[in-house]
């Protein structure tokens, strides 16, 4: 028996209301803002490592690992939502109370707020580098976008008023993976590509063996989309038709990141950088080719303009719940709402205008944050199985889930601690 589908997070009209003859009517979130929801929390920075990723998988093994995390992905947003309907919780840190108690939500909370206020603050570092006139410095710059862009967008109460916005961030990045094609195409055409590895090399000594795992959890990063699964589900007429929209967001943003790998690498080869817009810098040799790289970046920058007050709705949800657990919905209450919007914004910005580059930063982290909220986490609540739900193939794919995460996660942060230590004492 399904399990009956509880109010929507953010209900549209005030409870503490005189109540008529007939309830008042919900306006509920649209199927397609959904999909451009979803699409747009699953692209975000991660699209610019993907061709890196390549340059060390292969081709093959690239194309087959992001295939297995879109599945993956997929697999667990179920896990997720069937144990969220199941009980009475409407939001990924409730359900993991219910299944490890206090200490399972706060470890969702703080994780995730360390994801998405990370995340925000790399967006606002790569978009706020302009030029060395005091009008367009990094401060000046960000200070016009936080004031005109971000604070309208963080206003929105709703995460599908955020749809119109995400179908545009989607389309932009859509433009990117379009431009970066036809740049590679025409490169093959006039013999300047270089040649791409169908696999990697391991001619190098035991280490880059292990230097492999550092690549997969750059593609698990890029699949990290649960943070935002429950406040675009519960504003849904039915939130398991979330499911649908992320099986649909996760199809596309696959594709993308395909065609991004691929013809970025078929463009760079093994000058390919960890973050690819780095190559876009480069002189293309003609005018046409040198707009196309101004194009490139704009629309990137833009495109990370979009997703940043996504970010900021899941980041201001779960302080809240964790501030306010018992507290009426944030969307009801106009001075927790306000008190939480703006400090938060303003805390991005400092720190956009205070840390030069935590780009490297945030890959480590993500071998542990991201892996944890898109999969450990998710196949951990299948296993415990507090509900009585799960099915004996549930448990099994959760098993695997959960050992390959683990596994990975840890191989990688070894690797990554093992190349750190090498570089300080070289």
Known sequence: MTPAIKAPLLPNHDPSSPSSSSPPEEKHGSFAGAIFNVSTSIVGAGIMSIPAAFKVLGV????????????????????????????????????????????GSVAVQVITMVVTFGSMIIFSII????????????????????????????????????????????????????????????????????????????????????????????????????????????????PLQVL????????????????????????????????????????????????????????YAIHLMLVFPLLNFSLRANLDELLFPKKVSLVNDNKRFFGLTFPLLISCFLAAIAIPDIWYFFQFLGSTSTVSIAFIFPAAIVLRNVNGIST????????????????TSIIAISTNIYSFTETEEA
């Not at 691929?262 to 040799?285: I, P, Q, R």
Request: glycine share 6%; net charge positive; charged share 10%.
């Open 60 to 103: 093959i093994p690239s194309l087959s690992i992001i295939v297995i995390i879109a599945w993956l992905s997929n697999v667990s947003a179920g896990f997720l939502m069937k144990s969220t309907v199941a009980g009475d919780a409407t939001t990924y840190a409730g359900v993991m109370k219910e299944s490890f108690g206090k200490p």
């Open 244 to 299: 649908s929209a992320t099986r649909v967001s996760v199809i596309l943003c696959a594709t993308i990141y395909s065609a991004t790998g691929l013809f970025c690498y078929l463009l760079f080869g093994d000058s390919t950088m960890t973050d690819v817009l780095m190559n876009f810098d480069e002189s293309s040799g003609s005018s046409i080719g040198s707009l196309l790289n101004d194009i490139v970046r704009a629309s």
């Open 392 to 407: 004996l193939r549930e448990k099994i794919v959760a098993s695997v889930m959960f050992a390959l995460a683990v596994a």
């Open 127 to 238: 978009i706020g580098w302009f030029g060395s006139h005091w009008w367009n410095t990094r401060f000046f710059s960000l200070l016009f976008i936080f004031v005109f862009l971000f604070l309208p967008l963080v206003l929105c109460r709703r995460v599908d008023r955020l749809a119109l916005s995400s179908a545009i961030s989607f389309l932009l990045a859509l433009l990117f993976v379009i431009i970066s094609s036809v740049l590679a195409i025409v490169a093959l055409v006039q013999g300047r590509t270089k040649s791409p590895r169908l696999f990697p090399d391991l001619n190098n000594g035991g280490q880059s063996f292990f230097n492999l795992f550092t690549a997969s959890p750059v593609i698990v990063t890029a699949f990290t989309f649960h943070f935002n699964l429950h406040p675009v589900g519960f504003e849904l007429k039915d």
